[in-house]
């Protein structure tokens, strides 16, 4: 398996022509996936995943981060943190 690392800011997503373009060069493995899955191609589903060649796993790594786990995860721990400084101060 072909592993490509890419680095693109999530909210450039499909408001920069020039970002897709430069994905799909540097990217092969992306270069026939749709606009609406180019920044997150395992959410493609499998059957569009066979039809451009890109099957996450196969051609394409999984992503190593899952930003929406990550993302509950720290915002549970903060507040958790928040109220045990909170009943510290009392």
Do not use: F
Not at 7 to 32: F, G, M, S, V, Y
Not at 56 to 65: F, R
Not at 76 to 84: E, G, I, L, V, W
Request: proline fraction near 7%; include cysteine; aromatic fraction near 10%.
């Amino acid at each position: 398996m072909r592993t490509s690392i890419w680095w693109i800011r999530r909210d450039l997503r499909l408001t920069d022509n020039i970002t897709l373009t430069a994905i799909r060069q540097w990217i092969p493995e992306l270069k026939d996936v749709a606009d609406p899955y180019i920044h997150e191609p395992w959410r493609m589903p499998i059957q569009v995943q066979r039809e451009v060649h890109c099957v996450i796993g196969e051609h394409y790594p999984w992503p190593i981060i899952d930003h929406t786990w990550s993302r509950e995860r720290a915002i549970t721990t903060y507040r958790r943190a928040q109220k045990t400084a909170l009943v510290d101060d009392l």
